[in-house]
């Protein structure tokens, strides 16, 4: 059974810093892994797709590398700001179905 | 607005009454899936469509929820009984398969229904 982890479950930065989130997962039949945002209440927004065929992603500040042998994904995002205060959420959809399964989240708070 | 939509964005209710939400995916997207959201976790996958057909469920997906999706365009879940338990945010999202030339698959979610059950 796919186990996806997210560390640290909470972060606190101050604005302008570079900062990495971490998503683990124990199966690495995977299909694709896709990171995604979350503010409080509201749905997801898709951040980056990364197919099981390739390395990372990158999207303006946003950078996401996979490892797919050591079932290892990190989201690097640059020069940080209040607005990328959220719950940043990680899940990965296998290659034998479409359960994709989703990580706890890192709630990422950016302090002006 | 051309994203996925949900109806109700809230819904209260009292143990045991039934209650039904609708999903409108994105137009052209062939795949609709639910989700089911508790505080503080990751969404869980409930089921999934492909046009029309109900392909994959959950076993999370008791006989008390039912999924249609019956004109392969919007789709409703409805939940009978509901229970205390059964307090969530819903959430449904959608994607376009292609085909094997184009994988990607990428899921849009809605802005979910929050269910509390009183």
């Known amino acids: 059974k796919q186990e996806v982890t997210q560390i640290p479950a909470a972060l606190s930065v101050p604005e302008g810093e570079n900062l990495v989130l971490n998503c683990s997962f124990t199966d690495s039949a995977i299909y694709n892994l896709q990171w995604f945002r979350q503010d409080p209440g509201k749905g997801l927004t898709s951040l980056l797709l990364?197919?099981?065929?390739?390395r990372e992603q990158t999207s303006g500040r946003l950078n996401a590398s996979l490892d797919k042998s050591s079932g290892r994904s990190t989201l690097y995002i640059a020069a940080s700001q209040p607005g990328d205060s959220a719950t940043y959420l990680c899940a990965v959809r296998p290659v034998y179905n479409n359960d994709m399964r989703f990580g706890a989240g890192t709630r990422l708070t950016v302090k002006p | 607005d051309t994203g996925v939509s949900q109806d109700p964005r809230h819904k209260i209710t009292k143990r045991g009454q039934n209650v039904t939400f609708r999903c409108d995916p994105i137009s052209e997207h062939n795949r609709l899936y639910w989700y089911r959201q508790t505080l503080g976790q990751g969404p869980e996958f409930l089921t999934y469509f492909q046009n029309e057909a109900q392909l994959e469920k959950s076993r999370l997906l008791s006989d008390r929820f039912s999924a249609e999706r019956p004109k392969g365009s919007f789709s409703t879940l409805e939940i009978q009984r509901t229970e205390q338990g059964d307090s969530a945010m819903y959430l449904c999202?959608?994607?376009?398969?292609?085909?094997?030339?184009?994988?990607?698959?990428?899921?849009?979610f809605g802005p979910g229904t929050r269910l509390t059950v009183l």
């Open positions: 990364i197919q099981s065929s390739q």
């Open positions: 999202a959608s994607s376009l398969k292609r085909g094997p030339v184009y994988p990607y698959n990428e899921q849009f």
